[in-house]
Structure formats: C-alpha cells, structure tokens
C-alpha cells in the first residue's frame, strides 16, 4: 500500500523560505515520478515541479523557477521541495503525488496515482 505523507507547511514572511517533505511509503524510488502541486482557495490545482526517477532530471513551473528546489534522498524514501524567496501568490495548500506510468509526463494530474493529504503553505506579513 502507498503512502505519501506531507510535513514542513506554515506561516512565513515573503521572501522567506520553507522545506516541505514528503515520506514516501511502498514506493521505490527507482522507477516513475514524483510531484508537487499546490491548489490555493477557489482555484485549480496548479503544478510546480517534478523529478523523474530514472533519469534524475527535474522539471520547474515558470512560476516557481530559479525559487523551488526538488530533492530526493533514496536511504530515507523522502522527497524535499525547498522554497526560497516566498511571496504571497505562493499560498496554497501544496501536495505531493507520485505514479510508476508516463515517468516523462510530470504536468497533468491525472497522470498520479498516489497523493498525499496537503499541508498549508500560507505567505504573509
């Protein structure tokens, strides 16, 4: 059974950062995908980045580009979505998600299979 557990959301000052965690449980991390998203009140959710396991290689929103880091650390099943330079267009409640199939297609949401529950990710002074 997969599990994906969200940690690390809060309160922050803008331009400040937050590391959100996610711990992945019946997963491996060698094949597939793995994403954040975040959904803010009343809109849709919106993609910000991704890594694909096999070839490491990390895809960024525009939004977020240059700001977000994703990182992996295999020996704890654990993803990290590192925030810097914070602004309050960033508040939402961010998810992780992951899936085995279309590694390649990190965008669409209906391409995941697993998600995590969410934590609060609120930007303001």
């Known amino acids: 059974q997969v599990q994906l557990v969200e940690s690390g959301g809060g309160l922050v000052q803008p331009g400040g950062s937050l590391r959100l965690s996610c711990a992945a449980s019946g997963l491996t991390f060698s094949t597939g995908k793995m994403g954040w998203f975040r959904q803010a009140p009343g809109k849709e959710y919106e993609f910000v980045g991704a890594i694909t396991w096999s070839t490491g290689r990390k895809y960024y929103a525009d939004s977020v580009k240059g700001r977000f880091t994703i990182s992996g650390d295999d020996a704890k099943n654990t993803v990290y979505l590192q925030m810097n330079s914070l602004k309050p267009e960033d508040t939402a409640v961010y998810y992780c998600?992951?899936?085995?199939?279309?590694?390649?297609?990190?965008?669409?949401?209906?391409?995941?299979?697993?998600w995590g529950q969410g934590t609060q990710v609120t930007v303001s002074s």
């Open positions: 998600a992951a899936a085995n199939r279309y590694p390649a297609l990190v965008v669409e949401v209906s391409l995941y299979d697993y």
